[in-house]
């Protein structure tokens, strides 16, 4: 079984920056394909990014695409999304996801096996 722990969340005001974390249990994270989620009020879960194994794997929403940046930390079992001009409709309770594939690629929410239980980002106008 794998735990995922978000953090990093906050209230922020348009156009500024935030970094969330997601680390995670076990000693297999390298293997995973990781991903990252948000679901605003009343709306479905929706893709944000996803990192491969490999660098340079990254697969972006267009809405986010230019602004934010998925990464990894092998060595610290961790994934990250940095988050540059936010804008209020980035406001969204966000999700980290694990895959235990190779195949990374991939957008759906039943796409991936393990979920973290979310931080809440706001961002203010």
């Known amino acids: 079984q794998v735990q995922l722990v978000e953090s990093g969340g906050g209230l922020v005001q348009a156009g500024d920056s935030l970094r969330l974390s997601c680390t995670t249990s076990g000693r297999t994270f390298s293997t995973y394909t990781m991903g990252w989620f948000r679901q605003a009020p009343g709306k479905e879960r929706e893709f944000v990014a996803a990192?491969?194994?490999?660098?340079?794997?990254?697969k972006y929403a267009d809405s986010v695409k230019g602004r934010f940046t998925i990464s990894r930390d092998n060595a610290k079992n961790t994934v990250y999304l940095q988050m540059n001009s936010l804008k209020p409709e980035d406001t969204a309770v966000y999700y980290c996801a694990a895959r235990a594939s190779a195949v990374w690629r991939v957008t759906g929410t039943n796409d991936y096996d393990y979920w973290g239980q979310g931080t809440q980002v706001t961002v203010s106008s």
């Open positions: 990192i491969g194994r490999r660098a340079g794997t990254t």
